[in-house]
């Protein structure tokens, strides 16, 4: 019976920054080379972030957009079809509980 040879190991480590205003991640497989994600949905240039923003439709109360595309599809809506979203943004310090304190 002849052994089945050992695959070698590979990991990948993930990195996010979740802001209150933009938001990015980053990810580094075993072989160490960092690759930043600079490339989002709806931006006009590369860059490391997008904008922490979510677009929710208020008829089913699903993610409709998120990021710059959020923000793009919302903005560009008549104020009249606006009511029919929900958007988010700027919304990180909200998730905080309200018993939260930092220590010094």
């Known amino acids: 019976m002849s ?3 050992k695959q070698p190991s590979t990991s990948l480590t993930l990195a996010f920054d979740f802001g209150t ?3 990015g991640f980053s990810s580094c497989a075993s072989a160490g080379q960092v690759r930043c994600q600079s ?5 006009k240039q590369p860059y490391c972030k997008t904008k922490t923003s979510l677009l929710y439709s208020r008829k089913t109360w699903t993610a409709v957009a998120w ?3 959020a923000y793009n599809q919302y903005t560009s809506l ?3 079809q606006q009511k029919e979203f929900c958007y988010l943004t700027r919304f990180k310090l909200a998730l905080a509980s309200e018993n939260h304190s930092s220590s010094a």
Request: glycine share 12%; aromatic share 12%.
């Open 21 to 23: 205003d933009s938001s």
């Open 39 to 43: 490339l989002y949905p709806g931006q």
């Open 67 to 69: 990021g710059w595309e």
């Open 3 to 5: 052994a089945v040879p």
């Open 78 to 80: 008549p104020k009249t």
